[in-house]
């Protein structure tokens, strides 16, 4: 029953990241103003909002204009969907208690990811106001987990660490390259997913996984000349999806990591 809630609120919500990502780029009120083609601003009636369905029906293109609807609509909902539902099969503690307001808190910085990694990937920005919403769900989640440790303050410094090593090592960049290689969107990032991933290790294992799903990415686009060294592509995406896997599976990958290489 969970699965199937979780499905219909992923979609929903995947659904949800899409309008409100335009509409934020829009300036528009991403809160009360209805849904409308990009195109010809037609206000889309129920039956062109079902998350998926309505675009296989519609078989891509818009009810009213017939412009083609980007497949990013799709995917969006179903990538936000596969996130919800994983999240609930890879928490790593019980949802009852205090968890399940932990698990809550975390769907909705996970809503908030997506939209941050699509708004970086159509405008290679990373929107400041996005960034400061979703500190205040990551610091109610360290708050939760601070009040509830058994080491208050240990616990607190676990999380001021994560955050400097996360944004530091970005904001020393930053200076060194006078913001050449990366931007300051990816530092207050940075500094986000720290708190998100709650430890110094797990900060650092976001940056490596990040640079490595970047470097997968862009392999086979510089093999076939559609990137270049000098190219410039977002980070954010790569780093968000690294922190999604840190915040799930770290522990397993540092578990695997000291058996394999330290014998640990």
């Given amino acids: 029953m969970a699965i199937i809630v979780l499905l219909v609120l992923g979609l929903s919500f995947g659904s949800f990241v899409n309008a409100f990502v335009w509409r ?29 369905v309505s675009w296989l029906i519609l078989r891509g293109k818009c009810r009213y204009c017939k412009r083609s609807i980007s497949v990013q609509y799709p995917i969006v909902e179903l990538i936000t ?21 932990l698990f809550v ?44 440790s ?16 996360g944004g530091g090592i970005f904001y020393i960049l930053f200076l060194v390259s006078k913001g050449k290689w990366i931007g300051g969107g990816d530092v207050r990032l940075g500094f986000l997913l720290g708190v998100i991933v709650s430890s110094a290790q797990n900060s650092l294992l976001v940056i490596f996984l990040a640079a490595l799903l970047g470097t997968i990415f862009s392999i086979p686009f510089m093999a076939n000349g559609k990137l270049k060294k000098t190219s410039m592509i977002p980070f954010g995406p790569f780093l968000i999806a690294a922190a999604i896997i840190v915040e799930l599976e770290g522990f397993n990958i540092l578990a695997w990591y000291s058996h394999l290489f330290l014998g640990g």
């Fill in 105 to 148: 808190l975390w769907l909705v910085i996970v809503i908030g990811l997506v939209a941050l990694a699509l708004y970086d990937l159509k405008w290679m920005i990373l929107p400041s106001k996005l960034i400061y919403f979703l500190y205040i769900a990551a610091l109610l989640m360290a708050a939760i987990h601070i009040y509830y």
């Fill in 150 to 165: 058994s080491n208050h303050i240990s616990t607190a410094i676990s999380y001021i660490i994560a955050s400097l090593v």
């Fill in 24 to 52: 934020l780029h829009e300036n528009k009120d991403w809160l009360n103003d209805r849904s409308e083609c990009i195109y010809c601003h037609h206000k889309l009636a129920v039956i062109d909002l079902i998350p998926v």
């Fill in 81 to 101: 969907t596969v996130l919800f539902v994983a999240s609930y099969l890879l928490w790593p503690t019980h949802l009852v208690g205090y968890s399940i307001a």
